[in-house]
């Protein structure tokens, strides 16, 4: 659907809704409303290391606690970094490869369990995110760095790393950190914890079907206090204009995913918000190396040099996405590498082209339609710019991740997070060892850019571990395995009257000290 057309049919969906009313839920003696999100789509699982995915942590970060927090709306783009205590009251380096970390006493798990040492260490346990035989390999990434985990006491847990890690504190706030009930987990077994986990959250899971809806109830015994909303619902609405009009109409209290063309339209009405945020996270598209034309480098980089980013910024974010520096961020504070410059050089693609006798041989992107925001439009954008310089380029739409990534796939879009506020916790989780990409095997030619990035994970000094970086960064863009659009927006549509901030990650903050409702 094209720009236009995606107006016209938003705007008539929504005057078509605009005088039915919905009224808010409640119990009996109950006095706080019930939630409602529309999502675009929803996760297949509620196991939340097993769920790594925009759609998965905005639904899990609700229902798990991590031991520390990191302060996100500390800033006012909501990309804070710093940490604060939460699971944990307190933690302790010992020494550059152990953490002492002091658990907060009375917290309660959702099946009435109090929290203690044995789930910290039965979460983090060798055979579930990291060792030979991870039960949920996506979480290698971020704790293949592991040696041990041990309870000391009740509240107190011992972190043992392989080498010098600088970044664990961190990595205890990250995503797949999420600690889970050990009694249950081992009761109910791997697959029905995942449709139905219990922890230590603000909201307890009622019901999953990742096809509808989630629909989670109020945790009272939360230790942060009594959450604000009785009943919280991630509906499954995949068309905008039909996240629209349930908003309008009051089916709804908040959407995800407006495009940036829409903000407008849909902030028109008087008692809806629009509210955005530049994420830490970059829109990319990733090259098979194991396809016999993308197999030499220099049509990979040709295919790079053909974009104009900015043009992709400008003509579908209404200036609200950004070009980043590479692979590269701000917010890694004294990592991150001036100078740097996603290129654009179309008279640069056709001489790569010539150079790697390009003879005109077919390359077809893959994308879904609606997973992530603009990206149909973004293919068509991007299928123009490489015919333009002489790839025979063609665009083909697909339902679901499988099929973007099977048996002929040459090209297919991503994003990158920047999990961490450090290289580590980007490039490093995404593209090495680890990562999907290297095993699957669509980037082979790895060995430079994974002796840097094994260096930089035992690597303390700060100068040598941007030195590490910078050879990371160089071989990225040299190899070719992939290439970074934008860093996008994501803005969300809500009720004038309920007070909630949205942060630069795709979790979606429902703590009482983000959402409240205002009294009538």
Known sequence: MTTLSRRRFLEGASAATALLAAPQAFAA????????????????????????????TRVTYSIFDTLIRRDFLGAADGGGSELKPHLAVKWERVSPQELIVTLRQGVKFHNGDELTSEDVAYTFRDGRLWGDKAQIPGGKPYFGILASVEPIDRYTVRFRTRVADVLLEQRLASWCAWIVNKRAYEAMGFEAYSRKPVATGPYRVVSHSAAEATVLEAFDDYFMGKPTARRVTFRRVPELAARVAGLVAGDYDLITNIPPDQMSVVGAYKDIDVRSVVLANVHVLAYNEQDKVLADKRVRQALNYAIDRQKLVDALWQGTAQVPASHNFPEYGQMFVEGRKLPYDPAKAKALLQEAGYKGEPIVYRTMANYYTNALEAAQILVEQWKAVGINASLQVVENSTQMRGAGAQIFNWSNSTRLPDPLGAIWVAWGPAGEIQVSKFWTSTDGFNKAGTALEAEVDPAKRKALFTQMLDIWEDEAPATILYQPSEAYAIKKAIAWRPTTFYFMDLRPDNLSFARS
Do not use: I, K, Q, W
């Open 29 to 56: 003696g109950e006095t706080r409303p019930n939630f409602t999100v529309a999502v675009a789509d929803l996760p297949a699982t509620l196991e939340p290391a097993r769920e790594l995915s925009n759609v998965g």
